[in-house]
């Protein structure tokens, strides 16, 4: 009887170790890609400063920070909090970077351009990265500033904003 109870507990072991050897031979599932269009809504407040630069010309570093509601084609909706630092010329435009964070976890990174930091003027966007599951996004995204209000002190001016038609597409790979 000894001999039996040792081939089956030999026989267990040999069904365990099979099943491990399989399951780590499985393939990682990972993200399928994905493309599509958003449109939303930001709500942005901070700061801008102004830097000396002549008589004629008008310079601003600024700051701003915000929520960020997206609906995607696929009728998913997410939630970001926005970081954005950024550079005014009265001469040349505006150049800003973003930060989009998931509230779960990921980011999303861009660049910003447009001629003036005024309600009613177009920004237009690059979406130039990710992380996490976002890693390698890449998209267009454009938006009009509906309301954008300064309030001046000191030499530095606290800004909100609110945005209309913010919209875009994104491919991620």
């Not at 993200?31 to 599509?36: D, Q, T, Y």
């Not at 997206?70 to 973003?98: M, N, P």
């Not at 237009?124 to 998209?139: A, Q, S």
């Not at 267009?140 to 038609?165: H, N």
Request: proline share 2%; aromatic share 10%.
């Amino acid at each position: 009887m000894g001999g039996n109870h040792s081939e089956k507990q030999w026989g267990r072991l040999m069904i365990i170790l099979s099943v491990l050897f399989l399951m780590a031979d499985l393939p990682t599932i990972g993200h399928a890609a994905e493309s599509g269009e958003f449109s939303g809504t930001w709500i942005a407040n901070g700061e801008r400063e102004m830097f000396p630069f002549g008589d004629e010309r008008k310079i601003y570093t600024f700051k701003l920070s915000g929520h960020v509601n997206l609906e995607t084609s696929l009728g998913r909706q997410k939630d970001y909090w926005s970081d954005c630092v950024g550079f005014a010329d009265t001469g040349t435009g505006i150049e800003a970077r973003c930060v989009w964070k998931d509230f779960a976890g990921p980011k999303v990174f861009m660049t910003l351009k447009s001629e003036k930091l005024q309600k009613d003027n177009r920004f237009t966007g690059t979406i130039v990265g990710g992380t996490e599951h976002l890693k390698g996004i890449t998209g267009e995204l454009s938006f009009i500033w509906s309301s954008l209000s300064f309030q001046e002190e000191a030499g530095k001016s606290s800004v909100t904003g609110q945005t209309l038609d913010l919209r875009g597409t994104y491919q991620v790979p």
